[in-house]
């Protein structure tokens, strides 16, 4: 049985003359762009620009919704009322949205950033803020995650289309949550064992946890974070070392 897997990484992310990561070459390697929408990184004309480019290329743009949280870059845990929470994902679902569609393209699907896509990991209640969000917007839209987490659980429970994500670049704990940022093996950078990983995610639907515990991870889509150091020529030796391993590479949308 062939595999087809979906390449995507996180783009959009600087902030008027604060460039992060190489958003232009990053659309040329990838299949869908998770673009900030201006809560924890992101502009008006960074938005545009990254969608635009999306859109020439034929990668599906996707809402990456966190925090309001620029100066943290949405990686600090925040206490939200859900009421308020699912404001914040509607509105920034919304603006990218529109961006989108002056440009010809629309957001095909939605991923929580940063703290907040740790959150809904476990968080209850920040789950359900999110998926009623969603819901609201677009029911027809997916929402890409972690496997087991309880924002793909309550999305399915109110029937949106759930994507099963892995991490090329992130350290898993033997429970399949990702690794703190700072702690021992949390960030894997060599551009060589990233893409064997990814190869071994994609074929075995396994990968080795940061205490070499083998860990369950049969996704759909696999994540390269677009501001990881070297993240353009790492993200070129996974797709070039997927394909090399027979794996079709394509959006979920």
Not at 29 to 36: D, E, F, Q
Not at 138 to 154: A, E
Not at 162 to 170: G, I, N, P, W, Y
Request: aromatic content about 4%.
């Amino acid at each position: 049985m062939s595999v087809i897997l979906d390449l995507n990484s996180d783009l959009g992310e600087g902030f008027g003359v604060w460039q992060l990561g190489d958003d232009m070459a990053l659309l040329s390697v990838v299949t869908s762009a998770n673009v900030a929408c201006g809560f924890h990184g992101g502009d008006p004309t960074i938005m545009r620009r990254v969608c635009a480019e999306a859109i020439s290329r034929d990668v599906s743009i996707g809402a990456h919704v966190g925090y309001r949280d620029l100066a943290g870059f949405g990686r600090r845990a925040i206490d939200m009322e859900p009421d308020r929470l699912s404001d914040d994902v509607l509105y920034q679902l919304a603006a990218l949205d529109g961006i989108a569609r002056s440009e010809g393209g629309r957001v095909r699907y939605v991923k929580p950033h940063g703290a907040l896509y740790n959150r809904t990991v476990t968080d209850q209640a920040q789950a359900a803020a999110v998926v009623t969000a969603v819901s609201a917007y677009d029911p027809s839209l997916p929402i890409l995650g972690l496997p087991g987490s309880q924002l793909l659980r309550q999305a399915a429970e109110v029937g949106l289309k759930t994507v099963r994500e892995a991490f090329a670049d992130r350290g898993y704990q033997a429970d399949g949550s990702l690794a703190k940022r700072g702690s021992p093996g949390a960030l894997v950078t060599d551009p060589e064992a990233v893409a064997r990983r990814c190869v071994k995610m994609a074929t075995t639907g396994q990968v080795a946890a940061v205490d070499g515990a083998p860990v369950a991870v049969r996704a759909r889509s696999i994540c390269v974070h677009g501001d990881t150091p070297g993240a353009v020529d790492l993200a070129r030796q996974v797709r070039t070392a997927l394909q090399e391993a027979g794996i079709s590479l394509a959006s979920f949308v």
